[in-house]
């Protein structure tokens, strides 16, 4: 047997382009690498602060953001992934200069979601922020224009702390704004049979979120997890 060679990085399949923060990242957030059970190659996007990802567009950021995908790939990672559901809006871009698969968005999930319910079910949103997710973000990600979408805006903890790009974190408090938002979401719609989380910093909530409505709940966790299953599949020996 041979091996070979042609890349500089090996064993991370999967390249996630982080923005560049300071919130804390506890165990489950994507920018914790602990949250992984294979092994992730990071690279951070300088000058991609999180209110000027999810609040002000992104604007003039593409060009940063597919220089850095285009740097992991010459690392040697095999697909690409974001820290941010917003990034959305870059999804067809980055993936037309990279050469590789790309799964900016836990948004994509929505659609596949949506076909595993039963007839008059369907999948909700939750997001850290309801005012400014558009329909062009949920357009590039394929989302039905009239899915329901719940926010942590209403919280005390959870979206300020995030977006404000805050030194501390009350973990339990920012549980709460989750629960509740998914709690109100459910209330307002009845027909819910699933929940998608648009925020990257959700996946530490979601079994709270889960045992809280009952609901299904996917993340940029499962849905990056089904991407590596595909990236590298798993080898099994012969009986």
Not at 25 to 35: F, H, K, V
Request: hydrophobic fraction near 45%.
């Amino acid at each position: 047997m041979k091996a070979q060679g042609g890349k500089a990085v090996y064993g991370a399949s999967v390249g996630i382009l982080m923005l560049e923060a300071q919130f804390p990242r506890i165990p489950g957030d994507m920018g914790n690498a602990l949250s992984w059970d294979f092994p992730v190659h990071y690279k951070i996007v300088r000058g991609a602060s999180p209110d000027l990802v999810v609040r002000q567009g992104a604007t003039g950021l593409l060009p940063e953001f597919i220089t850095a995908a285009q740097e992991l790939v010459a690392d040697g990672v095999d697909g690409i992934t974001t820290n941010c559901g917003f990034l959305s809006v870059f999804q067809t871009d980055i993936a037309a200069a990279v050469g590789v698969p790309v799964a900016t968005s836990s948004l994509m999930q929505v659609g596949m979601v949506n076909a595993l319910l039963p007839p008059g079910k369907r999948a909700g949103i939750l997001t850290i922020s309801g005012s400014t997710l558009t329909p062009a973000h949920l357009e590039a990600a394929n989302v039905p224009a009239d899915t329901p979408i719940g926010s942590t805006e209403g919280g005390t903890e959870f979206t300020r702390a995030i977006l404000g790009n805050e030194l501390e974190l009350d973990v339990e408090a920012a549980c709460h704004d989750n629960v509740q938002a998914a709690l109100d979401l459910q209330a307002w719609h009845p027909d819910l049979g699933a929940l998608v989380l648009e925020c990257t910093n959700m996946v530490p909530y979601a079994r709270a979120i889960r045992a809280a409505t009952g609901l299904p709940t996917f993340s940029i966790h499962s849905f990056v997890s089904w991407f590596q299953a595909g990236l590298t599949p798993r080898g099994f020996d012969p009986m």
